[in-house]
């Protein structure tokens, strides 16, 4: 971007996030008077937010889903091992609730319900695992090439360009074809690599504002060591735009899983959404179910992390409020 | 001006060789051998092996296969396609058409339609249809773009029969809507929600308090001082977006039987057909590279304090 739109940039938010600082102070909140940070007046808009509050709920009861599927479901109920003489595209109940026929049987026997519940580790694992490493990744190199500046920036923001110009999801496929053996690890990791470049290009941003507040040339003339100023007085800062993109982007990262999967070279290890819609799309006029069910969970599960990012990024943006 | 697009020419050059070089090693670090596999289960000849790989040079070292190819593209040598011994650059001119077809209709879907509820959104900010293109856009963006190419072949073509399931003609732009829909619903959601945080944002504005103290005509408030202020981040996000749209197309493509780049890349990845994977992302970058500085000329007609020199 040229040099000019973007010091245009920072100081209209600079001052659009002053206004509306200021206007908080005075108006909202229970405490008027009392000086409150970004993190506090972030805290008391979440707890206000029903949208925050329905996908906290949502994300905490797939977390349960997560660690114990089986306390979802009646019996004991193999997700893996189907009996295809018994319950080869058995229709769902739907009145048997959280039995094992509740949504019907898959092509091979297999209970759709318990598929569901023990597809939600993978999914999750995958999306948490991929925003950990990248918001790491990508945080340290935008923190490193933003402070320093120079011909380290320039280096660091070439390497960004060449993996931010690779294609997210072609380059994922070429990566993990060279797999035979595809584990949570090795696809979250395949993505992150990937994936980094966002988180990089925001930190960056964010920290080349924040070095010149006054509080870092105090710190600096008081004589604070360079890693003191980077994780005391630039880190705490300039992390809030970083949190709001990696929230977000959480939410993709399980789309990106699910679809390598249908595509074939995603999770080959455990029971994946993905895998289970890309076998019920045979059944598309018969049997609709066995793609319906999945594909339902994958999205609520997607939505859920979105209204989380959402809300997340209405409470630390000062400018979208 | 002129000298501002000479040097972005420029600082490509380096971008370009390390992401066709990145994807180059990654391509061929795999362990398969694509001539190998050109005989199945057949015994063959080592020497009949040795010979293919010196015919297409698969004999020399990565480095200098890498330099190669290199030279090989400003005359649009993409090297060969192994299995059926045809230039790579002809086997992608022939799925291309269909990609960009597919990408076009799409990204016009997109403008259109997106544009359009960012607008009515961000300008009743608050309001029912606020909340209305709210929640559509988070269903949207919610479900996964196979899952709703799924839904609507069932709806669509199972159910109310418009329309046949898969694409019977690739070329056909009326049969490509529907993929193209569905390629488009992603982007579409974000660039409505992009539209309305940056009209509810400059709504609030100076200038436009000014302009409408002036006693400027509403239209021409809104297209001229709101709309051409508002566009510059959905802009910028249109532009990567091009690239998204063209990978996107890789499992629309497949879901609605459509003959273009995304089969071609499926098909040349399971085979390990590493000069076929390494052409498209060539051509790929090529034309991400090339959007990104339309962009950011663009910038300039939007926003005239933004100056090149």
Same mark, same amino acid.
């Given at each position: ?31 008027p ?31 349960v ?20 003489t ?11 609730v959280f ?13 759709i ?8 580790r #993978?999914? &999750?694992?995958? !999306? ?6 990248? *918001? /790491?990744?990508?945080?340290?190199? +935008? @923190? ?11 280096v ?30 090795v ?7 990937l ?28 004589g ?5 100023i980077?994780?005391?007085h ?5 992390v809030?735009p970083?949190?709001?993109? #990696?929230? &977000?982007?959480? !939410?993709?990262?399980?789309t990106?899983?699910? *679809? /390598?999967?249908?595509?074939?070279? +995603? @999770? ?8 289970d ?9 018969t049997?609709?179910?066995v ?18 990012g959402?809300?997340?990024r ?5 400018k979208?409020? | 001006m ?11 050059i ?9 994807i ?104 029912k ?7 559509l856009?988070l ?15 069932w709806?669509?073509?199972?159910q109310l029969?418009w ?12 049969q ?47 297209s ?83 100056r090149?020199?």
């Open positions: 971007m040229p040099e000019l739109a973007s010091k245009t940039d920072t100081a209209v938010a600079a001052q659009a996030a002053t206004t509306t600082d200021n206007v908080l102070a005075t108006d909202a909140g229970p405490a008077g009392k000086p409150r940070s970004l993190w506090s007046d972030a805290w008391y808009d979440l707890r206000h937010n029903w949208m925050f509050l329905l996908s906290t709920g949502l994300i905490l009861l797939l977390l889903v997560a660690a114990v599927p089986d306390l979802f479901i009646s019996g004991d109920v193999s997700p893996r091992d189907g009996d295809l018994k319950h080869y595209l058995q229709k769902p109940e739907l009145g048997h039995s094992a026929e509740w949504l019907g049987y898959d092509h091979q026997g297999r209970s319900y318990a598929r569901l519940l023990h597809g939600t #993978a999914s &999750i694992l995958v !999306g948490v695992m991929v925003t950990v490493a990248v *918001t /790491l990744l990508g945080g340290l190199v +935008g @923190l490193i090439s933003g402070y320093f500046g120079g011909w380290v920036d320039s660091m923001s070439r390497i960004t360009d060449v993996f931010f110009g690779i294609p997210f999801l072609l380059g994922a496929m070429v990566v993990l074809n060279t797999f035979s053996e595809r584990s949570v690890p696809v979250s990791l395949s993505l992150a690599v994936g980094w470049t966002s988180i990089a290009r925001v930190m960056r941003g964010s920290v080349i504002t924040v070095k010149q507040a006054d509080y870092v040339t105090a710190a600096k003339a008081l604070a060591g360079t890693g003191r980077l994780f005391k630039i880190l705490p800062n300039a809030a970083v949190i709001v993109v #990696a929230t &977000i982007a959480l !939410g993709g990262y399980i990106a899983e699910a *679809t /390598l999967s249908f595509l074939g070279i +995603g @999770l080959t290890d455990s029971i994946s959404w993905g895998q819609i890309s076998a019920g799309k045979d059944y598309l006029r049997a609709q179910y793609l319906f069910f999945p594909a339902a969970m994958l999205s609520l599960t997607v939505l859920a992390f979105l209204m989380f959402d809300a997340v209405n409470a630390l943006d000062p979208s409020r | 002129g000298r501002y697009v000479a040097r972005r020419l420029l600082q490509m380096p971008v370009f060789i390390g992401t066709t070089l990145l180059f090693l990654m391509m061929y670090a795999l362990p398969g051998d694509p001539v190998r596999a050109l005989y199945g289960e057949q015994s063959v000849d080592p020497s009949q092996i040795a010979a293919i790989k010196a015919e297409y040079g698969l004999d020399k070292p990565l480095w200098q296969q890498y330099v190669n190819y290199l030279a090989g593209l400003p005359q649009g040598d993409f090297g060969t396609q192994i299995a059926s011994r045809r230039p790579v650059a002809e086997v992608i001119s022939e799925a291309f058409p269909v990609t960009v077809r597919l990408t076009i209709i799409a990204f016009v879907f997109t403008v259109l339609v997106g544009v359009s509820l960012g607008i009515l959104s961000g300008m009743r900010a608050g309001k249809t606020d909340t209305g293109v709210l929640v856009t269903a949207l963006i919610s479900v996964p773009s196979f899952v709703l190419g799924f839904l609507f072949q709806l669509f073509a199972m029969g329309t046949t399931p898969t694409v019977q003609d690739s070329m056909n732009f009326s490509l809507f529907l993929p193209a829909v569905v390629l488009a619903s992603l982007s579409l959601a974000y660039v409505a929600r992009l539209t309305r945080t940056s009209i509810a944002e400059n709504l609030r504005a100076d200038y436009m308090r000014t302009a409408v103290a002036k006693g400027l005509p509403r239209r021409r408030i809104i001229m001082h709101l709309m051409r202020n508002s566009m510059i981040p959905v802009v910028t996000f249109l532009g990567i977006d091009i690239g998204n749209l063209m990978t996107g197309a890789i499992v629309t493509e497949g879901i609605f039987n459509v003959q273009g780049i995304g089969n071609l890349v499926y098909q040349a990845l399971s085979r390990r057909e590493g000069a076929t994977v390494v052409g498209i992302v060539t051509v790929m970058v090529l034309i991400y590279l090339f959007v990104n500085l339309i962009v950011d000329l663009l910038y300039a007609v939007l926003d005239p304090r933004i090149y020199a």
